[in-house]
């Protein structure tokens, strides 16, 4: 078999729930189509295939089949204006039209208006009138049953033709009008948690200011490449993620990072796309362009997020796809029982599958795309769920709970000839294709001090432990203690002493070897992130039950930097704070496995760097300041833009609020459903009053999910 290829492909048309597993369910059948996911709010389908046997045409026509459409390519979707206040006012009319027709049918009932419209009109006048206006809703009925499939509306239909056949044809008008005044509620509900997700990718320009052969061409952003020149003036949003040619900014990062105060950019600072230029103007050498860009990353993570069910989901999707039997059930019982016709059409009216459907995605859709524009992304409902009953916090030490920009502090000789300078320059020439911030730090401070660095060669990094490289001659180890063991390299007495007291004071100390003879110690220490007690604080009284630092780092300076913290944090939380040292990277991920085992629900925070597999492990992995640092987007399940300790308590009390909107979106869901059941079964909810009845719950798990889009917590 060929290479399996992805394909994204748009799907129009879905207003529904239950159009994404129509949909789902139609493509899946295609020969050649391996899986494929449907999402809502995104509008499209993605599938994995073999490019040998199925194409987008075939795909394109059983969308078709199933009574949807696949738009041609060029066609570009819709981009809505995020037009503030707009809910508001379309739940405002929309309730004063459904109020309106409420009394209208109640009045009309009460005083007997039907009666004496249905005895005037002739009946096929009046069948003609519901078949017309139900026309929409019997033609996806038909199909699907044409399909062998039975849909929410089917049993309502059914519930219609009843009505007709026993003569109510006013009845079966005013059902008809609720089915399209609940498709339409349902739509604008699906429609809203759209909007959250079209509104992010309304925030990027879609054309850029390029300047070719010095002059400046405004060009459609599809057409930029990478390398070229983009300008940006005072108060434009850069269009591409890129580097600083020439000129000096303050950038609006929000969109981004959610920070509102805007950071400064000059010649050889990274600018994304989305971001504003606030004051000065910029040239911008174009890297990212588009969907390569990080924000273009985070709308696909964002688009994408539906595929990673909540387990609430999972099972309400199953209990829907039981529901419309059951109800069918009852209402044969009605029938039988009861011999009540009008009964037995109420039954079948009152029920709607959809809201069981739409309880869960809703809420989750509305976090996701308000967290989105805070500098939060979550990858998936099934995150902000772990997260709401995590217990342990498992977090990387540097540049997660640190800086992560160590400074060089102290030098230490051997006994014999060598000196500071030789040390560092030693070490600095050796660390010089290192990414970790220790030998950034290390090559900062050589460079600082004016020392000429050599070429490295065979240089060989090991993880969790420091590096190695031959330099001038000697093969020059720089590392942890435990490096310096595996060296062979006897530490002297001395030096033992003052690596002590270095590390008694919070510091990391480097070993600095040529063969297997140690010349020196370097020691750095980073800075505690400010706001980490602060955060620590809040997570205990979120119920985190235990905070566990991970450092490859020596145990000494692991624990000064936790009592640091005991201390800062408050004596609540203190007996709560552990930490392990000395933990290689692929420690760490059996770390998180072993507290799973346990059965406790771990949430770990990390930078990306070195603890990628670990976050992954996690039930909920979360990587700090990820902006602009393609692991961390890519391992996490949900990546913090910006970086701030206080977003760390946020996400998890967005986690708790959405996990109450969606567990009373399913109370407040089968409550209804099973009163309305009830009382038409027994008689005493007419089919009018449960026609109006079933396009409630949508409407209410829309008004209580929308609270989401307000999010306070960070
Ligand atoms: P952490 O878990 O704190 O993020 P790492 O696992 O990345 O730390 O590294 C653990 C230790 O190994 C560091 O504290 C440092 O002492 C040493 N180390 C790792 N990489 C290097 C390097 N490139 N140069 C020097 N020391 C290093
Ligand atoms: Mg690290």
Redesign the pocket.
Known sequence: MAKATTLEVPVRGMDCAECTLHVQEAIRKLPGVASVDVFLAAEKAVVNLDPERVDISHIRKAVADAGYRVPEVGQKPVIIDPAKGFTRQVLVLFGVVFAAVLFIVVAGEWFGLFESITRRVPLPVGIAIVLVAGYPVFKNVVRAAMRRQVIAHTLMSVGVLAALAIGEWATAAVVVFFMRVGDYAESFTTERARKAVKDLTALTPQTARLERDGVEVETPLEEVRPGETVVIRPGEKIPVDGEVISGQAAIDQAAITGEALPVDAGPGSRVYAATMVKLGSLRVRATHIGPDSTFGRVIRMVEQAEANRADVQRTADKFSAYYLPVVAAIALLTFILRRDPLSTAAVLVVACSCSFALATPIAMLASIGAGARRGLLIKGGKYLESLAVADIMLI?????LTLGRPELTDIICADGPSSEEAVLGMAASA?RY?E????EA?RRSARERGIETGQPRDFE???????RAWVNGNQVT???R??ALEGLAPVPNSLEKAADVLESQGK???YVMAGSQITGLLAAADTLRPEVPEAITALYDLGIRQVEL?????EQ?ARTLVERLRQESGTEAAPRLSYRAN???EN?IEIVREYQRKGHTVVMVG?G???APALAAADVGIAMGAAGADVAIEAAHIALMREDWRLVPGVIRIARKTMRVVRFNIAFTTLYNVVGLSLAALGFLPPIFAAAAQSFPDIGILINSSRLLRQKET
């Open positions: 990387d030490k540097t540049g997660t660390e290192s970790h911030p220790m030998a290390v990094n090991i993880p969790g432990m420091g590096v720089v590392g942890n435990r490096m990391t100390v480097l991970l450092t490859g780092d020596n300076t933990v290689l990277p760490k930078d760097i070195n603890d």
